[in-house]
């Protein structure tokens, strides 16, 4: 704006003087009467007029152009300025168009983080709660778990008296049986005596002293076997009492022993320690993803639990997933909280995955399960490690080809289950905890008929002593299982 005002007021001047300057000038030559070529002095005074005028006209813009370097630019770029200016003006009104919808936005994620805030403060106090829950729960069954030991130790002295009590009744009652052989003896001695005193008159003294002697034991005996019968008669109430008091034990025991009277209930569809399915989960998943995935094998779990006949129960599952901690052989402790549970698996799984193996999850029958009840189920958990890569031999042994093929149908089973199965379970194969041999089948049977039979074609075939390798034809995993399917058998006689 300054610029503007010194350009204007410059201007000013400058015609100013120009009108003057040129006013002098024309008069000046009007009175010399000047010429330039043919042009007459008035017309000659009127162009040296105007040429003068714009020569300082050109000289003061000459100047003020030399003078101000902002002046020069209004001339130049006056028009590309002024585009600019419009175009800049327009980018300001877009940007704070922009600014306050950032600010909006801003405003928005302040007020989430702030929302965020709260419930990480709400998470964080609960989780203190729940970390406060589970010291008290370890405190109660650590109570429980010394006063479950205190009573079973009870009841094994208890037991142990009961059997040396049951013991010296067995003796007592041997030497009263002795007692009353020797008492039908001395009564059978009496009769013979007394029938022989008529023939024997010169032995009566004798006989007679004989009897006295005899009624004298016969007393000893009979004051005896009173004392033992009142000995017996005491034992037996200390053993009744002893019975009483096991009696009692044992009803305290039976609220740690509800699976066993519900097997008075109905058949047993699934046993204790019985496998339902297993599975894998990958390693370096979210805390989400692992529950994710062992929700999704509780729920195959549930199917094949409920083809073996168990019922549905309040979670929509024929299984419900129990933390069971042994504490004796007779009683353990449940937690029956199934997202407890499976938080507390998800847990050891995330710990596990820094070794970067898959983690293998067995769900196995916590309890013996009647007929359309839930089946209450634990976690067992392992490392899928790798066991036997391709090519790996497994184990060998050696059989005769010459026997017949039912023989070698057997050697070859006994092998499978012998030599095969032990090298397995050392180098890390999880068994099928099943009693059913078809579960680890696989799911076409036939084929493995077909490829056991297979091998016995190859040992009767050489006709002759043989040595048999098994070898892993693929990766074989801890999950399993060990197979036809996955195993390959080299036959090779013996020169």
Known sequence: MRYSFLFVAALILVSGFIAYFGDLLGRWMGKKRLTLGRLRPRHTAYLVTALTGMLISAMALTALVSVNSQFKRVLTEGEQIIAQNETLSKTNAGLLAKNRSLERRREELQARVARQRKEVDA?????????????????????????IAARKGQI???THASAAARRELVAQTDRLNGLEARLRTAQSAVARAQSNVARALDRQGKAQ???????????????????????LAEQQRQIEAQQAELVKKESEKQKFERQA????????????????????????????????????????????????????????????VIYQQALTEETAVRIDDENTCVTMAADAIARSALRGWDA?????????????EQVPVKLVLYYNTLVYRKGDKIASTRMNGRASEGRVLLSVINFLQDEVSRSALRAGIIPVANPDPRASLASDPRT???????????????????????????DIYAIGPLNMTNMRFSVTKIE
């Not at 106090?125 to 406060?132: C, P, T």
């Not at 009897?211 to 004051?223: F, G, I, S």
């Not at 390693?283 to 729920?299: H, N, R, T, V």
């Open 123 to 147: 998470a964080e106090e609960a989780a203190v709660n729940a970390a406060e829950a589970q010291v008290r729960a370890e405190k109660t069954v650590a109570r429980l778990e010394k006063d």
């Open 448 to 474: 493995q008929v077909e490829g056991l039979m297979s091998v016995v074609d190859q040992i009767t075939s050489k006709n002759a002593r043989v040595n048999v390798d098994a070898y892993a034809c693929a």
């Open 261 to 320: 009277s519900e097997l008075l209930g109905g058949d047993i569809c699934i046993r204790q320690g019985d496998e339902i399915v297993r599975g894998t989960i990958p390693a370096g998943q979210s805390m989400f993803g692992i529950k994710g995935d062992l929700f999704s094998l509780l729920d195959a779990a549930s199917r094949n639990a409920a083809k073996l006949g168990a019922g549905e129960g309040p979670n929509g599952r024929a299984v419900t």
């Open 209 to 231: 002293s004989e009897l006295a002697e005899t009624y004298h034991q016969l007393e000893a005996a009979e004051k005896q076997l009173e004392n033992q019968r009142s000995t």
């Open 360 to 372: 293998l999850v067995q769900v196995v029958c916590g309890a013996n399960t009647l007929a359309g």
């Open 156 to 158: 094994e002295n208890l």
